[in-house]
């Protein structure tokens, strides 16, 4: 059956379901891992509102769930199914309710069989490499009354303009490249993404030339490593290039991008991200360890010398730049020396901010065959000392801002306090301030009163 034949089908069963239930088939997010992962829920969204469905936030009301799973660390996915687990009495309140699995995770063939066999409330399984053929699946279940997965690896490039569904209105992500090829040796996404592969810089300009007419301020570029982009790209082109590119469509006020892999900085990029205004000054370069033995087991192909040097002359070319970075403690075989350079190297570098976390074994992965696995009281207390360190040296930047002034684009109002809003510094620093307006998407001038480690509180000027 053609594509358009299936969402003609789709169309009429989503009307009808209308005409009987009284509201138009609620569909329901739960999302989970990085901006990938919430821009392929961005996507599904889309092609379903398409059809009609609403979207809500609670899934007890809804008629379609879609999970979108991540695989990074085994915490990540015992959440994940301790999630998909609480959904089984929904569905035997609701058996019409349908409950999609996908992401990294469902690319996962341990994962699959445990869901195959023991998760039986899920309908649908949906991989990572062909998000635009949800619907195809979907009526399969609908039409068929059958259990429908598609977990083939195509390494082909999504689907061009499909429509999107966005939680923000002010701010976007766009992919420009999918996949990893850098099989850093204690990471899964290489094996749940897929080979690397680019858009071409064309794509991604009309696509987000269409966003900014669409009130987007602010977009993000999306890739496992950015630096790469381009790779087997007729005329040729790389990631300087791009973000020049982008930098120059008018009215396109904020520009970020991740992520970078030290390996890959060039020059070029730098002196790029240096020149243009709209492009934020928050560079996130994962640095991941701080001794060249552990950098050198985990395949990152730079030495801690390299990083130093980079991270150096990044905060000459640009001085107010914000420099966040990931960790992670207790690979196989990490000593105690070696995890004192990661603190060393972490107190001379000076991170705004810092992602921490504990290695995780990951099946498949070849740092998961290695000797000497760091036991997990351990890998706890290395975290701990590496997060008191990195709590004290957010907080000495912060409190340097306190009498500045911030330019920051508004999310909303804050959670807590609904008299307080919340936003993004260009340097990517959480600011809280009161208002009395919504402010919400503009980009605005906060003076910075109090600071603390993790955010900083101000007052409109
Ligand atoms: N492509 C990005 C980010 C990938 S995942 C990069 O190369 O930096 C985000 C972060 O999760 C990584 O930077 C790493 O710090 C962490 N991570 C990845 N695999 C992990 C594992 N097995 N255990 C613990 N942390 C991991
Ligand atoms: Fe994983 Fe390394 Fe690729 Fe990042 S660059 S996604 S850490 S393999
Ligand atoms: Fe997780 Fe997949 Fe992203 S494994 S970190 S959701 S690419």
């Known amino acids: ?40 829920a961005e996507l599904i969204a889309g092609l379903l509102w398409e059809l009609g469905f609403v979207k809500i936030d609670q899934p007890e009301q809804a008629d379609i769930i879609v999970m979108n799973t991540c695989s990074v ?16 009495h929904l569905k035997e309140n609701n058996p019409d309710m349908i409950i999609a699995f996908g992401g990294c995770m469902a690319q996962r063939p341990e994962i699959v069989e445990k869901i195959e ?5 899920v309908d649908l399984l949906f991989g990572t490499h062909k998000i635009d053929d949800f619907l195809r699946l979907l009526h399969n279940v609908l039409f068929s009354q059958s259990r429908s997965k598609d977990l083939e690896e195509t390494n082909a490039l999504p689907k061009e303009g499909l429509p999107r569904l966005r ?13 990893c090829n850098n099989f850093c040796t204690y990471c899964i996404v290489p094996y749940v993404r897929g080979r690397e592969r680019s858009r071409r810089p064309e794509d991604i300009i009309s696509e987000i030339e269409f966003l900014v007419a669409d009130g987007v301020k602010e977009v993000t570029l999306l890739g496992q490593n950015v630096n790469s982009y381009g790779k087997g790209l007729e005329p040729q082109v790389d990631f300087a ?26 020059d070029k990029l730098i002196s790029a991200f240096a020149q243009y205004d709209n492009i934020c000054k928050h560079f996130h370069l994962p640095l991941q360890a701080g001794s060249n033995s552990i950098l050198k087991a985990m395949n990152r192909g730079y030495s ?37 350079e990661t603190l060393d190297l972490v107190e001379k570098i000076g991170f705004d901010s810092a992602y921490t976390f504990i290695y995780s ?101």
């Open 241 to 266: 290039d791009l973000l020049v590119e982008v930098a120059e469509i008018t009215d396109l006020k904020r520009i970020r991008f991740m992520t970078s892999h030290p390996r890959d900085v060039s």
């Open 304 to 340: 801690k010398e390299k990083y130093l040097q980079l991270a150096q002359k990044i905060k000459e070319d640009v001085p107010q730049v914000s420099f966040t970075t990931d960790i992670i403690v207790g690979f196989p075989s990490e000593t105690e020396e070696e995890f004192q």
């Open 73 to 88: 660390r085994e915490s990540a996915e015992n959440r994940v199914l301790g999630q998909l687990g609480r959904l089984k």
């Open 1 to 40: 059956m053609s594509y358009e034949n299936i969402k003609e089908e789709l169309l009429n069963w989503s009307l009808k379901f209308k005409e009987k239930q009284g509201h138009a088939p609620h569909m329901c997010f739960l999302t989970f891992g990085c901006q990938m992962s919430f821009h392929d």
């Open 117 to 121: 066999k023991s998760y039986r409330q």
């Open 167 to 179: 939680v923000q209105k002010h701010s976007a992500m766009v992919s420009i490249t999918y996949g």
């Open 361 to 461: 074994k990951r099946g498949g992965t070849p740092a998961a065959q290695m000797e000497g696995q760091v036991p997990y009281q351990i890998k706890q207390q290395r975290i701990q000392r590496l997060m008191d360190l990195q709590a004290e040296i957010s907080l000495q930047k912060n409190l340097k801002l306190e009498g500045e002034t911030l330019q920051v684009l508004v999310e909303g109002p804050s959670k807590n306090d609904a008299n307080m809003y919340t936003g993004r510094s260009d340097g990517y620093k959480l600011v809280h301030f009161p208002s009395q307006e919504d402010k919400t998407g503009e980009i605005i001038s906060v003076k910075i009163e109090k600071a603390s480690p993790w955010h900083l509180t101000g007052r409109l000027v």
